[in-house]
């Protein structure tokens, strides 16, 4: 599968902003979605995961209550709605794709997006 995530801008604190993942091919069903991000200097860190049914969901604890990773099947495409947007959220974010629910770290995943930069202004 061939990702691409968009949706990328610069925000006020407290802001919202939609981050957007396509999916290639026929197959988008049979991955488990995810969403990563990297601030300057920082290792690349889990942000958010949803399974292959959509119907279970898992976050860091640094998003839990704010970003909410969605996917819509007729679309091959997965979400995160970022809201209450916070400076610490400044990032490139990447989605991700993985054949196993439950992952939380980068190198498990084998799928990745070309990143989409959030930046949120104090």
């Known amino acids: 599968v061939q990702l691409q995530a968009s949706g990328g801008g610069l925000v006020q604190a407290g802001g919202s902003l939609r981050l957007s993942c396509a999916a290639s091919?026929?197959?988008?069903?049979?991955?488990?979605m995810a969403w990563f991000r990297q601030a300057p200097g920082k290792e690349r860190e889990f942000v958010a995961a949803i399974s292959w049914s959509g119907d279970s969901t898992y976050y860091a604890d640094s998003v839990k209550g704010r970003l909410t990773i969605s996917r819509m099947y007729a679309k091959n495409t997965a979400y995160l709605q970022m809201n209450s947007l916070k400076p610490e959220d400044t990032a490139v974010y990447y989605c991700?794709?993985?054949?196993?629910?439950?992952?939380?770290?980068?190198?498990?995943?084998?799928?990745w997006g070309q990143g989409t930069l959030v930046t949120v202004s104090s």
């Open positions: 091919g026929r197959t988008f069903s049979t991955y488990v």
């Open positions: 991700a794709a993985a054949n196993r629910y439950g992952l939380s770290t980068s190198g498990d995943y084998g799928h």
